[in-house]
């Protein structure tokens, strides 16, 4: 589970580097890079999917609500790549291993981890009202 991990935060961390050096290497300064960067929610995404295997990989406990959301979050990006993307300008070079790494490798590895390893803690909804609503609920600790 931990060598998993830490196969998919190196494959998450590379696929950021590459597109870092890519941004970067168009004449951006690291401030204007960071920015034009963090403005994306693949880029965000993968971050944070970079950040919490390796947490796992050092042996962290993460909540499954945590892992569960993140999985559904990185699988919106390879469908978002697979239907609404596909068909762009080809890309070459480092920008091409960055796209490939973070819209391509990365969605289909951590649902596989999380199918093959993730602990899948219960949905906990408490009190409805008459009209169907809720009224509370439980929110999971991370």
Same mark, same amino acid.
């Given at each position: 589970m931990r060598l998993a991990a830490a196969l998919i935060a190196l494959? !998450?961390?590379a696929g950021l580097a590459a597109q870092y050096s890519a941004t970067?290497? !168009?004449g951006y300064?690291?401030?204007e890079t960071l920015w034009i960067l963090l403005r994306f929610f693949t880029i965000l995404t993968n971050l944070l999917v970079a950040v919490t295997m390796s947490a796992i990989a050092l042996g962290r406990t993460v909540s499954a609500a945590w892992i569960g959301g993140l999985t559904l979050a990185i699988l919106l990006v390879?469908?978002?790549d697979a239907t609404l993307l596909r068909g762009m300008p080809q890309l070459?070079?480092?920008a091409n291993l !960055?796209?490939?790494l973070l819209h391509k490798v990365t969605p289909l590895a951590v649902p596989a981890w999380w199918l093959a390893f993730a602990s899948r803690g219960p949905i906990v909804i408490e009190g409805r009202s008459r009209s169907g609503s809720m009224s509370s609920f439980q929110t999971p600790s991370f």
């Open positions: 494959i !998450a961390w970067h290497s !168009a300064s690291v401030g390879g469908i978002i070459s070079g480092t !960055a796209d490939i």
